[in-house]
């Protein structure tokens, strides 16, 4: 039996912030990135809650959660006792307020009523995830705080929020999109209805992302494209995962490369391995690349994901993306030692086991040490 969950009720469009109005009588924790406070788009969203609302911001977030700083808002939520959460910003300050919500419930014994996501960036998906990406610096480990009530009971999707995003955002957050939607196509629990949320993610990006890279401030194009993030996060959430963001967790883990051009460097390796090893992949992946109309839909699969490996690579180039851990300025002999800690502790990654091939060793170590040099 197949369980399909789409818990989240997502609202798209520019005045998609209205919802924030139906507020009332609640205190509220509002979690959002550092440098949002005080800027316009901050001021737009506290000035639909205040009202008769008691609203408390924490905004010490960090890329890549780490741990203290989560329990420094946990800190905040006990001082609270919050009934509404809201997380602002990229993926990472919605995984921190899903984290701080996760420790603040089982510390004070309680539950909140409600959950509201609003990205600033197309990317992550977390607006409609049931999982929170934390970090152990001292470790340098991350790990996946993953409970299916911590899926956001509202996602709220203004295009007009990421279109003053900086162009490596978008380049970054863009190529996860890409990501989530090529790994969960081809993920073990992979079903009809994924597999169509992820065949748009892939038409949506390999056609627009370069756009919205060159031309932030197309509205339309935006708005798409923070739709198909949204889409690739809910078939992901459903079906699972793979190797290559196993493996990105630890490029970010071990060398601080951002999640979505860590996922984006070893992107390409992960597809051409994952087809030459499984022919179910092979065709899933070359379908999907025939839908978007880039390539002919006659072409043999195999020469389909040649291509589809080349056109990722095309749009790393095209954003002005590293396409190694050498080029991002990581010294190779540096890579090259962390290799058996990145393959350890990929391998005990949550996402691991949902690749449609279960790699060895030495798999692992060969596609690690193509992102190298």
């Known amino acids: 039996m197949e369980e399909i969950r789409i818990p989240t009720k997502v609202f798209s469009g520019n005045d998609s912030l209205d919802w924030l109005e139906k507020l009332s009588n609640k205190k509220i924790l509002l979690v959002c990135d550092s440098f949002l406070p005080n800027t316009p788009t901050f001021d737009t969203i ?10 408390t911001i924490f905004s010490d977030v960090k890329p890549d959660p780490p741990l203290h700083n989560i329990m420094l808002g946990v800190e905040q939520f006990s001082k ?7 997380g602002i910003g990229g993926g990472s300050a919605i995984d921190t307020g899903k984290a701080i919500r996760f420790f603040g419930e089982k510390i004070e014994k309680y539950d909140i009523e409600q959950f509201i996501a609003i990205p600033t960036t197309s ?10 990406v934390v970090s152990d610096p001292e470790k340098h480990r991350k790990f996946p705080i993953i409970e299916d009530y911590l899926t956001p009971d509202i996602a709220l999707l203004d295009p007009q929020l990421v279109m003053t995003a900086p162009k490596s955002v978008t380049a970054f957050s ?5 990501t989530h939607s090529l790994e969960s196509l081809v993920a073990k629990d992979a079903n009809t209805i994924t597999e169509a949320l992820s065949e748009k993610g892939i038409d949506v990006m390999t056609h627009l992302l370069v756009e919205c890279y060159k031309h932030g ?8 494209v923070h739709e198909a993030s949204c889409a690739a996060g809910i078939a992901f959430n459903n079906a699972g995962l793979g190797i290559c963001h196993s493996l990105a967790h630890q490029l970010g883990a071990n060398f601080h490369v951002p ?7 070893l992107l390409p390796h992960v597809v051409l391995y994952n087809a030459e090893h499984d022919k179910t992949a092979m065709h899933k992946y070359a379908q999907a690349f025939k839908k978007t109309g880039l390539v002919a839909q006659g072409m043999g699969d195999q020469i389909a994901v040649r291509r589809l490996a080349g056109k990722i690579k095309q749009m790393m180039i095209a954003m002005d993306c590293p396409l190694t851990l050498k080029a991002f300025g990581i010294d190779p002999a540096t890579a090259e030692s962390k290799t058996e800690t990145v393959i350890a502790d990929a391998k005990k990654d949550g996402t691991f086991p949902g690749n449609p091939v279960v790699p060895s060793d030495d798999d692992l170590r060969n596609i690690y040490k193509k992102v190298i040099r």
Request: glycine fraction near 10%; charged fraction near 25%.
């Open 46 to 55: 506290k000035s639909k809650v205040e009202g008769n609302n008691e609203v």
């Open 80 to 86: 609270v006792k919050p009934n509404v959460m809201i």
């Open 123 to 132: 990317g992550t998906g977390s607006e409609v995830t049931n999982t929170s």
């Open 174 to 178: 863009g190529l996860d999109v890409l």
């Open 217 to 224: 401030d197309s509205e339309d194009a935006r708005k798409v």
């Open 259 to 265: 999640h979505g051009l860590a996922c984006a460097m």
